[in-house]
C-alpha cells in the first residue's frame, strides 16, 4: 500500500511511518517543510506526484495555549489544512485518516465520553480542531476521524518526556490531579490508525489505551512505580492553580462505541502500554 502521511517530524507521524514501514507499505512521509496542509495547491500537487492509497493526516498546530494568540496559524492547519487533505483524497479516491482531540469536548459529563456526546470545544485549539473534522466529513464522505488523548511516545514533548527529564535531574515534579484523561502511546495509536484505513469504514472514532484512565499525578506516580522512584517526587497540584491561557476540559477520558463491533482489538490498558514504553 502506498502511504502518504504528513506532519513526519510529529510524534504521532514517527511512530506511524515506522509502523506502515514495516508492514512493508511504501511510504511518502512530508514534514510541515515539505509540504504545508493549508497550502491547497501544494497538497494536490503533491497528492498528484505521489497517487497515494490512503493518507494519514498527523500535522496539525498543537500549541494549545498558543492557539489563542496564533489563532490564523492554529486556524489554517487544524481545520483548512484537514479540508484540504479531504478534497485532495476525494479526488485521488484514496483512504482519509485524520486525528482530532479529547479536547472537542468540555470535560463536564464526568464519565467517559463516546461518539453519543454532543462536542463543546473551550479553546481555540479544539475548536479549530472540531471544525477540521466537520470540515473533512464535508469534503469527502470517505474521511476517517480519529479522536484521541494524552498521546506519549519517542520523538515528542509531552508530560511523559517532561517528567522523565526532571526525574533524571532528580527534581521532583508538579502534577494535576483533578484533571483525567486516558493515555495514549503513540505506537498503539499509529498500528490503529493503519488498521483504520484497511476497514475503509468512515465515522469518528476514540482510540486510546484502556483502563479507567487517570489524572495526571495518578500517571505520575504509576511512571514513578515502574522506574522504582519515590512517588514522594509527585506533588500534586490543581489545574486552577496554573492559570493558563487556554482552558481545558477537566475529564476527557474517551470510550469508543464501534472499534470492537468493526472487529478490532481492544488496545492495551495504559498501565501495560506505560510499561513497555519505559522498558525501550
Ligand atoms: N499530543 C497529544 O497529547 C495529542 C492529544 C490529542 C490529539 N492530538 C492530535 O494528534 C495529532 C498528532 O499530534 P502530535 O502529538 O504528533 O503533534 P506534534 O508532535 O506537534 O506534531 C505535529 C506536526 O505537525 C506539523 N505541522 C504543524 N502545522 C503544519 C502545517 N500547516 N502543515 C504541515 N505540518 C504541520 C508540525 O511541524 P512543526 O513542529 O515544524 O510546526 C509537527 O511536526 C494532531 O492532530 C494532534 O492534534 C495530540
Known sequence: MKVLITGANGMVAKATIKNCKEKGDIVFAYS????????????????????????????????????????????????????????????????????????????TKGDFYTQRDT???QGLYAKHKLEGERKAQNAYARSIIVRTGWIYGEGGTNFLSVMHKFLAEGKGINAISDSFGTPTYSEDLAKRLRELVILDLPCIYHVSNTGNGVSFSGFAKEICKILEVDKNTVNEVSDRDLNRPAPRPIDSRLKCLFSEKFGLEPLPNWKIALKI????
Request: proline fraction near 4%.
Open 119 to 121: 462536542p463543546n470545544p
Open 32 to 107: 510541515r517543510q515539505d509540504l504545508d496542509i493549508s497550502n491547497r495547491e501544494n497538497v494536490l500537487k503533491v497528492f498528484e506526484q505521489n497517487k497515494p492509497d490512503a493518507v494519514i493526516n498527523c500535522a496539525a498546530y498543537t500549541n494549545v495555549d498558543g492557539a489563542e494568540t496564533d489563532q490564523e496559524i492554529s486556524y489554517r492547519a487544524n481545520a483548512l489544512g484537514v479540508e484540504n487533505l479531504a478534497l485532495a483524497s476525494k479526488k485521488l479516491d484514496c483512504a482519509f485518516v485524520t486525528i482530532s482531540t479529547d479536547y472537542v469536548f468540555d470535560g
Open 277 to 280: 514504553f519505559l522498558s525501550k
